[in-house]
């Protein structure tokens, strides 16, 4: 059997948090690619690159950091991850999830996830911001669930239930947020690929019949790993380009993080306003 992390592994790293920081965080946020300077308005934080932590693996992406940022924003305790860290990275399953599985250590009830995703619904334009109302887990079809291997118990049961993903009272907090904000939220399902290679023309054609609005290379796995914890989530995609079902344009990561720049603030102020609502 392959090595699977262990909740002493887990509790190791949340532990050497805990012993640098006053806080207690109730939001673990997560930020996708090009999202990471929403980190940067984090007050009386505490910076703590993933590097310091015992069984961490560390971001090798263009535009993720690789550190956790521990104070306050909208005067609420939270925990951000300034970089996440992806599969087609090289990492596991069980080392691109353990950020979630230290959150649950530390006693975090719940957790925002942001993302850099492929607009696959016609109507979405770069730039938008779509909550995610529900996930398809292609890479767990494809046999990459991050819930393999001996299950912890102390987390969470053996086979959770994944009836709702995405928690209905944070997705109404943000939808009224949207509103008085006068931000366009858009809403859909976002559906996970491993990566790291954009999707063929058929692919997105599969994908949109298969109901997916948006497409990207993260968070599926980390929303699993919460949710066999209990967590509550609340799931943001910034939408960076469009997904060409024809094969007319190209997608580049340049393209992605460019569009980071428009749809932080947008993000940021949704972030805000939730928080502001716990
Ligand atoms: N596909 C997959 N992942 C992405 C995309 C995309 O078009 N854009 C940003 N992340």
Sequence with gaps: MQNYITLAQIDAAAQAIK?????QPIVGII???????????VQNAVHIPYSDLPNFPVSTVQGHVGRFVIGELEGKPVLVMQGRIHYYEGYTMDQITLPVRVMQRMGIP???????????????QPGDVMLITDQLN????????????PNLDEIGPRF??????YDRTYC?????IAKEKGITLREGVYAGLSGPSFESPADLRFLRLAGTDAVGMSTVPEVII????N????????????????????TTHEEVMEAGKVITPKIEKIIRGVLHGL
């Design 19 to 23: 012993q640098r920081i006053l806080i």
């Design 231 to 250: 967590m509550r989530v609340l799931g943001l995609s910034g939408i960076s380009n469009k997904a060409n079902l024809d094969g007319s344009t190209i």
């Design 138 to 149: 292609l890479m767990g079809m494809s046999g990459l669930n991050p819930l393999m291997g």
């Design 110 to 124: 719940s957790m925002i996830v942001t993302n850099a995703a492929g607009g696959v619904h016609p109507d979405f």
């Design 160 to 165: 959770p239930d994944m009836s709702q993903p």
């Design 172 to 176: 109404d907090l943000a939808r009224k």
């Design 31 to 41: 930020l996708g690619s090009g999202l990471n300077d929403l980190a940067d308005s």
């Design 226 to 229: 919460a949710r066999h914890g």
